[in-house]
């Protein structure tokens, strides 16, 4: 997790917790959206920054919405759900644009780490006790998650449309979604007003200048020192997944189990939050070794990850710089 502090205001035991290093006087607007809270804190003071800050949030709200709506396998009539209830029909289903960008992402990743990331997890979570439905829908009669459900390379696209050839197979966009909506939503924001802020979508960041932020120690308080400090370059993203507040939630597709090991936390610095989003959960499951030698197929990304220590002590950090060079203004 991250730590992005300034010593005028609280820290937030979110799951990547973003706080600038800001003077008091800037202007923050935060709301619920995408199950979790958006923070958009734009540098300023006046009323100029706070009328600037309002079309920003209402601009971001706006681009926000618009991924949900596009993505989320909790919402009757989205797109996720009418290609689970289409799967195996033939029949192809519109998408709009956010949907195919969230897709294009989940895919690439998919094969970038053979299946370590896999936007066809649906009917895994489900076995696993964490449903992917909207509220009050009944729980499906899911066949066995078996290869075939599984397999990413089978999913068929066309511009604007989409359709799952096997009866059973069902998306989960979350790992990649919330990036999508942190890209976009930025992206209006900068549109609407200024190109100094940093939007937090529930710990996926975004900055437009620079911010500073630190690795969270997972086994310390919310408000403990940072393990290792470090900065968000203008124009990049970062995000964090991490298994030890909600244990069993992140699940190796190749074997259809909770990841386990070592690994507390992974975090990935990259130029764009949906592909900051897919890596974290990737690299979290893949660990440090695979992880590094499917990195080096994406390059412009960097990531570290958090490790519980053998011996009860401090948790070990280990971290892989983007390639191709040793040391670039993404290193954490």
Known sequence: MFHLRTPHLPLLAVLLLALATAAPADVLREWPAMGTRIRLRVRGSGPAAESAADAMAAAARDALETVEAATSVFRAGSPPALLADAAGSGGWIPVPPAFEDALDVALRTADATAGAFNPLVAPLMELHGHP???????????????????????????????????????????????????????????????????????????????????????????????????????????????????????????????????????????????????????????????????????????AAWVLQPPDGGAPVVVQQPAPPQPATPLDI
Request: proline share 12%.
């Open 132 to 302: 992917r439905r909207p509220p009050d829908t009944p729980a499906p009669v899911l066949p066995p998650p078996t290869p075939e459900l599984l397999d990413w390379r089978r999913i068929e696209r066309r511009p604007g449309a989409c359709r799952l050839p096997v009866p059973g197979m069902r998306l989960d966009l979350g790992g990649v979604a919330k990036g999508v909506g942190a890209d976009r939503a930025a992206a209006a924001a900068r549109a609407a007003g200024t190109n100094d802020f940093l939007l937090d979508a529930g710990g996926t960041l975004v900055g437009r200048g620079t911010w500073t932020a630190g690795l969270r120690n997972p086994l310390a308080a919310a408000d403990a020192a940072p393990l290792r400090p470090f900065t968000l370059p203008a124009g990049h993203a970062c995000a964090t997944s991490g298994n030890y507040e909600r244990p069993g939630h992140l699940i190796d597709p190749r074997n259809g189990a909770p990841a386990a090991g070592r690994i507390l936390q992974t975090t990935v610095l990259a130029p764009t939050a949906t592909l900051a989003d897919a890596w974290s959960t990737a690299l979290f499951i893949l660990g440090p070794d695979d992880g590094r030698r499917a990195m080096q197929h994406t390059p412009g990304i960097a």
